[in-house]
């Protein structure tokens, strides 16, 4: 089965920086998901890793170690609009299951 | 305009009266899932699709039904709803462009409360 971790509350301040972590343990692995949910809307797509390393997309920034199963989400230049939850996923070893964390709601304050 | 819609929106119902939710995407995905959100446990798969005929079960299958006649849609079955059943649905799609590790396009969400 598959276990994910992540805090569940943060809170920064407008123009900041934000580092979500996000620790797993899985069965199996095919690849690991982050998704933006602002409140009462569905989940929106961040980012994707699979190979080890940083990926960067604007004021978002993804990290990922298969060998800690370990991720963090990276939020730069924090805007009030960043105020949401982040959802931290795994894609199992088949690729059919993709599994949640209980995600991370992020406050930002002025 | 490519989309994930769900019917309906809010759906307010009795213990045991048989309901289903609609699922439908116009973006000829093959993968499609439905999941359930609930405060603190976030969001978990309930039963998920392949292609058409072809479902298996997620981490939440009880008490659920799915079927996938089409590639278009994928309904949410409740036989019997309960009221530990009241929770926020999400059905997504997958084009699996990369194999199956392909961001999901979710619907906008179905309330449910089961009285």
């Known amino acids: 089965g598959q276990n994910i971790d992540q805090p569940t509350e943060m809170t920064a301040t407008e123009g900041a920086i934000v580092q979500i972590n996000c620790t797993y343990q899985?069965?199996?692995?095919?690849?690991l998901f982050w998704y933006q949910q602002h409140a009462g809307e569905a989940p929106t797509f961040l980012s994707y890793n699979v190979l080890d390393g940083l990926e960067e997309k604007g004021r978002f920034s993804s990290f990922l170690s298969r060998s800690k199963g370990y991720s963090y989400l990276l939020l730069k230049e924090l805007q009030m609009k960043d105020s949401a939850s982040y959802l931290c996923a795994v894609m199992g070893a088949a690729g059919n299951k993709l599994t949640f964390g209980g995600g991370t709601r992020v406050l930002v304050k002025p | 305009e490519a989309q994930v819609t769900q019917n309906p929106r809010y759906l307010i119902t009795v213990t045991g009266k048989k309901l289903t939710v609609t699922c439908s995407q116009n973006m000829n995905h093959e993968y499609m899932s439905w999941y359930r959100q609930d405060p603190g446990l976030g969001l978990r798969q309930i039963y998920y699709s392949m292609n058409v005929e072809v479902t298996d079960k997620g981490d939440v299958p009880e008490g659920y039904k799915v079927s996938r006649k089409e590639k278009r849609n994928f309904p949410l079955i409740l036989e019997s709803p309960s009221p530990n059943q009241t929770s926020l649905y999400f059905c997504a799609s997958t084009p699996r462009r990369r194999g199956v590790t392909d961001e999901q396009y979710f619907g906008p969400g179905t309330r449910l409360t089961v009285t």
């Open positions: 899985t069965s199996g692995f095919n690849g």
